[in-house]
């Protein structure tokens, strides 16, 4: 398979649930991404790991917990969410974005609903 | 802090309308550009993009951008509309750190 894979593609959750999304890239890149996107509004920053090191933390809650073992994986683990926390969760892979093209390619997301 | 500015939400027309989406900026050094398109049920995908060069820009499918560093803007083109251009169109701007700045969207749908 190719490009950027996510699963699972929908998930349900209660408040007191713990879940994971995975995020897997086949394209040889350094740097993953995890983006909250909610309806008009533009999507947010949540994680980035260069090289399999956490390079941004965009003021998350620690209800949401990344995980990056390797560089072709990426985890969030979700637990103890909250009714507002329900969005797509979008998962990008790019080159190291210092190196100067920054182009980040996409999963198909996971939509989230927490009740 | 940068931020990118979409004008419309929505935008409506009909196929073989012309189509200008606008996108401004708020930092005014050296920045990357991104356009992309995120069709129904599908996963966000790159347009075009601009780094340094020739401030008009063609991407995939027809479309274009001007970059216009005086007016902080890279607003996105096509002469013609089809039906399969509805969609979801994002502008992205890199940042001090190269990370990329969202727009929030303008949806654009395409009556047949």
């Known amino acids: 398979e190719t490009g950027v894979t996510q699963t699972p593609r929908h998930l349900v959750m209660g408040m007191t649930n713990k879940k994971s999304l995975k995020c897997e890239q086949h394209?040889?890149?350094?740097?993953m991404y995890w983006y909250k996107q909610s309806a008009k509004k533009p999507l947010e920053l949540m994680f980035v790991?260069?090289?399999?090191?956490?390079?941004e933390n965009n003021s998350v809650p620690s209800r949401f917990s990344p995980e990056c073992p390797n560089s072709s994986h990426l985890f969030l683990h979700l637990h103890t969410l909250q009714p507002e926390d329900s969005a797509l969760y979008l998962c990008?892979?790019?080159?190291?974005?210092?190196?100067?093209?920054?182009?980040?390619?996409f999963g198909p997301g996971t939509r989230l609903t927490v009740l | 802090a940068q931020s990118v500015s979409q004008h419309n939400h929505h935008v409506i027309l009909s196929e073989a309308a012309s189509l200008e989406l606008g996108c401004n900026y708020s930092?005014?050094?050296?920045?990357?550009l991104f356009w992309y398109v995120q069709y129904p049920g599908q996963h966000l995908q790159l347009l075009l993009k601009?780094?340094?060069?020739d401030p008009l820009v063609k991407g995939i499918k027809g479309f274009e951008a001007e970059f216009i560093k005086s007016k902080f803007s890279f607003n996105l083109r096509k002469p013609s509309v089809q039906w399969s251009d509805t969609a979801e169109y994002f502008c992205?701007?890199?940042?001090?750190?190269?990370?990329?700045?969202w727009g929030a969207g303008t949806k654009l749908i395409i009556k047949p």
């Open positions: 992205a701007v890199t940042d001090s750190n190269y990370q990329l700045i």
């Open positions: 790991y260069n090289f399999k090191e956490q390079t």
């Open positions: 990008a892979s790019s080159q190291e974005p210092r190196g100067g093209d920054n182009e980040q390619f």
């Open positions: 930092y005014g050094g050296t920045v990357n």
């Open positions: 601009y780094f340094s060069g």
């Open positions: 394209l040889g890149h350094n740097a």
